[in-house]
């Protein structure tokens, strides 16, 4: 059950905001899409953050990591509407977009592998894509988690939409475990630390 947003909780700026990017509903569960959502529901768990309140076209949760207020953030837009619900939030706090962090999938790296990066292209990542045109600007942190590479013989949506197979849901969690490290790293301001220590390529 969800609740509609606290005041109490959500009248403050954060420090941080933090987005998982992916598609809603249980169809999409554990599908290549929603690497971004596997990761940011492993991070609020870690750090006893609950993702229980609907704001921003968003199911979001408020919490602490390390000595950092953090907004976390599961677009309800489906993926290519992303930049939407991330916009919304920006614009309530007038957060900057070097303090928002997006986690997405990437299906240019196998499973197992995760890259940070200060700020680029969408690289394809139509989230990625959408969130650079409503935030006008390419200058945010994120952290791609490698979704498997896509097979010739397979259209591009048609492999997003594809569920992870068992072996690559236990790749995942160590990747997720990395990514949740990386995030405590990058709003503590040592993005270089991230990178140099978890990126991966497998």
């Not at 953030?73 to 997006?102: C, D, H, W």
């Not at 940070?116 to 990625?128: D, F, H, T, V």
């Not at 935030?135 to 896509?150: D, H, M, N, S, V």
Request: charged fraction near 25%; aromatic fraction near 6%; hydrophobic fraction near 40%.
């Amino acid at each position: 059950m969800f609740k509609k947003s606290n005041k109490t909780d959500m009248n403050v700026a954060p420090d941080w905001i933090i987005v998982g990017l992916g598609n809603p509903g249980g169809r999409y569960e554990n599908t290549r899409h929603n690497a971004g959502f596997i990761c940011i529901s492993h991070l609020a768990d870690k750090h006893g953050i609950k993702i229980n309140t609907l704001a921003f076209d968003s199911k979001v949760g408020r919490g602490m990591i390390g000595n950092s207020d953090c907004l976390l953030m599961m677009p309800q837009t489906f993926m290519n509407l992303s930049g939407n619900a991330v916009q919304k939030a920006a614009k309530r706090y007038g957060i900057k977009p070097e303090r928002i962090l997006v986690i997405s999938d990437d299906i240019s790296f196998n499973v197992g592998s995760i890259r940070i990066r200060k700020n680029g292209s969408a690289g394809g990542q139509k989230g990625l894509n959408n969130i650079i045109t409503m935030l006008g600007t390419q200058e945010f942190p994120r952290i791609k988690i490698g979704a498997g590479k896509r097979p010739e013989d397979i259209e591009t949506i048609d492999w997003v939409l594809s569920k992870f197979t068992f072996n690559e849901l236990k790749t995942l969690s160590e990747v997720k475990e990395s990514a949740a490290c990386a995030v405590d790293a990058i709003i503590n301001g040592d993005i270089e630390l991230a990178m140099s220590k978890y990126n991966k390529t497998v």
